[in-house]
C-alpha cells in the first residue's frame, strides 16, 4: 500500500468533528464492564452516557 494511501485512512479514522475533543483512557475491566451495562440500562449510547455524566459532575456547581 502507498503512504498517501494509509495516511488519508489514518486522517479518517482519526477525524473528529470541529468543535470537539477526542477521549482516550485506559480504565480497569470491572469500571468498563459496569459503565456499559449502565449505558444499555438508560438505552443511550457510550457517548451520550459520558457527555452527560461530565455535564452532570463539571457544570453541577455553576447551575446554582
Known sequence: MSDFYLKS???YMTKTPSGFKRL?????EELFKEFAKRCIEEGVSKKEFLVQLLEKELFKDSKK
Not at 482516550?24 to 480497569?28: E, F
Request: aromatic share 0%; hydrophobic share 40%; net charge negative.
Open 24 to 28: 482516550n483512557a485506559d480504565i480497569p
Open 9 to 11: 485512512v489514518r486522517d
